[in-house]
Structures are given as structure tokens and as C-alpha cells.
Antibody, heavy 119, light 106 residues
Framework: EVQLVESGGGLIQPGGSLRLSCAASGFTVSNNYMSWVRQAPGKGLEWVSV???????YYADSVKGRFTISRDNSKNTLYLQMNSLRAEDTAVYYC?????????????WGRGTLVTVSS | DIQMTQSPSTLSASVGDTVTITCRASQSISTWLAWYQQKPGKAPNLLIY???SLESGVPSRFSGSGSGTEFTLTISSLQPDDSATYYCQQYNSYSTFGGGTKVEIK
């Protein structure tokens, strides 16, 4: 079955760090563009980051310099390292597969993992 | 940055109605636009890409149109299962989502 399963969310204090994981099955992460999208409680969707199959990465201005997207090809897993976390980073974080055309729309989503930044 | 504005923010309609949601971009995005449906507690689900292309498996009562800066999502013959929030997304330059439109069934 083709699916994405996120993990690693939780409660973290402001200024702390957290690493999210997204395990893929049914397809190869390294052959696809992969992305993270987040949704603050009761709010809309916000694109966070993308990693190309060739390894190039891009970030939203709101997380640039604090978040790092990466992948482990041997584990077929996508990651999001989040440092210097702020209250406004509180959200459900979804990993998503960019369409096979490489146009940046998302044809497969995980269920999401909740990150709460609070003291 | 490209801003995406959706209207209305909420709409209420009856089963069988035709509803239209509008999405406006702050600058031209050609047809690099997608639409998603999200139900409470669930991940978004792709409905339309490239403004008017229907994703495989999506009912044909969903359709999209537009180009440049103005786009519409139309749901024909509204069904109870269509109660959800709908988001547009531009992917002409990085990616930006609209604020969402909540569709309620009367």
C-alpha cells in the first residue's frame, strides 16, 4: 500500500528542538520530490519545505535557518529537523509527496503529527 | 510572495445544489493551481491540479476552471459527503495556500 506515516511530534518548550520522521511505503522517497506542510490549530495550510530527488532543498521564509529537511534513502524516510522552536510553530505537520510530474502539488499525504511549542 | 485569497470563507447549501468557490492570486500564476478537500481531523485530499485537471478517483461533480489570477472550484449536485473545507494552492512560485472555504450542508 502506498502511504506516508509521520512520527516524532510532541510537546516541546520554546527554543527547543524536535525531529519529525515520515516513513514511506509503496514508493521510493529518493525518486520523488517530498515536502512538509503544516496546519496551526483551527487555521489553514502552510507549505514549509521541499526536497528534490536530486537533493536540492527549499524553505518557507518563516522557517528558513531553523528547519532542515532531509531523507535517509536506506530507510525510505523523510525528516524535518526543527530547531529554535517558537510558539507559532505549533501545528500539525504533514509530509506530502509532490506529484510525479514534479509540479509542486501534493498527491499523497500522511495523517500528520502534532507539534506543540509551549512552556 | 504570491498571496491566495479564497471566497467565501463559509457557505451553506442544500444537497443537489451547485456551489462555486473562488480563489484569486495576487499575481498571475498561469494555471499552476490545485484544489484540495479536507475533512476534520484528516489530511487534505487532492481534487484538481493544473487548474482544471481532475485527479484520478475524484468524482466528476468536482470541476475547476480559470487562469492567470482568478480560479473557481465548482461542485455540481452537492452531496452530504462534500461537507468539508476546501483549499486552493498555487505552485507557480514555491507554494501558497488560500485561507480555505468551509462548505456546510443545510
Amino acid at each position: 500500500e502506498v502511504q506516508l506515516v509521520e512520527s516524532g511530534g510532541g510537546l516541546i518548550q520554546p527554543g527547543g528542538s524536535l525531529r519529525l520522521s515520515c516513513a514511506a511505503s509503496g514508493f521510493t522517497v529518493s525518486n520523488n520530490y517530498m515536502s512538509w506542510v503544516r496546519q496551526a490549530p483551527g487555521k489553514g495550510l502552510e507549505w514549509v519545505s521541499v526536497i528534490y530527488s536530486g537533493g536540492r532543498t527549499y524553505y518557507a521564509d518563516s522557517v528558513k535557518g531553523r528547519f532542515t529537511i532531509s531523507r535517509d534513502n536506506s530507510k525510505n524516510t523523510l525528516y524535518l529537523q526543527m530547531n529554535s522552536l517558537r510558539a507559532e510553530d505549533t501545528a500539525v505537520y504533514y509530509c506530502a509527496r509532490v506529484s510525479l510530474t514534479t509540479n509542486w502539488y501534493f498527491d499523497l499525504w500522511g495523517r500528520g503529527t502534532l507539534v506543540t511549542v509551549s512552556s | 510572495d504570491i498571496q491566495m485569497t479564497q471566497s467565501p470563507s463559509t457557505l451553506s447549501a442544500s444537497v443537489g445544489d451547485t456551489v462555486t468557490i473562488t480563489c484569486r492570486a495576487s499575481q498571475s500564476i498561469s494555471t499552476w493551481l490545485a484544489w484540495y478537500q479536507q475533512k476534520p481531523g484528516k489530511a487534505p485530499n487532492l481534487l484538481i491540479y493544473k487548474a482544471s485537471s481532475l485527479e484520478s478517483g475524484v468524482p466528476s461533480r468536482f470541476s475547476g476552471s480559470g487562469s492567470g489570477t482568478e480560479f473557481t472550484l465548482t461542485i455540481s449536485s452537492l452531496q452530504p459527503d462534500d461537507s468539508a473545507t476546501y483549499y486552493c494552492q498555487q505552485y507557480n512560485s514555491y507554494s501558497t495556500f488560500g485561507g480555505g472555504t468551509k462548505v456546510e450542508i443545510k
